[in-house]
């Protein structure tokens, strides 16, 4: 496993083709997640991190501290990758670098309804708020 410390070209294009795995579609909403990405999230102190597979990653996780909180999210594994604990072993990686970087709790943004879900618990997380969102078309 390891960071993506200077995101570059390529890394943009593995984060958009795992952006549509969360079924986020639409050209105009993948250049706006990553142009939040790019300006906001990543200067503001998001890390990357990814577990490589010959030349391509075969999954990636965002993390972010601030004030003592970790956040870990943005877990998502390759298909072709998928059922080798990749994600279990990316998310237990996050969580230590969560702690060197000074956060005395993390947590999983993730869908409590997923798959995954059950990954994370096995590994300690617990459930403890549902956070929604929802994405609608705008009206002109």
């Not at 993390?63 to 279990?88: S, Y």
């Not at 709790?105 to 708020?129: H, K, N």
């Amino acid at each position: 496993m390891e960071e993506i410390a200077d995101p570059d070209d390529d890394f943009w294009a593995v984060h958009r083709a795992s952006a549509t795995l969360f079924e986020i579609e639409g050209e105009v909403t993948l250049d706006q997640l990553q142009a939040m990405e790019r300006r906001v999230m990543v200067p503001g102190g998001r890390r990357w991190f990814a577990t490589p597979d010959a030349d391509e990653p075969a999954a990636l996780a965002a993390l972010m501290v601030l004030d003592g909180v970790g956040f870990i999210d943005h877990v998502v594994t390759f298909p072709e990758h998928r059922r080798r604990g990749h994600a279990a072993a990316l998310t237990r990686m996050l969580v230590a670098e969560a702690a060197e970087a000074g956060a005395e709790t993390t947590y999983l943004l993730a869908d409590p309804e997923g798959d995954a879900a059950r990954i994370y618990a096995r590994i300690g997380f617990e459930q403890v708020s549902h956070l929604a969102s929802w994405v609608s078309p705008i009206s002109r």
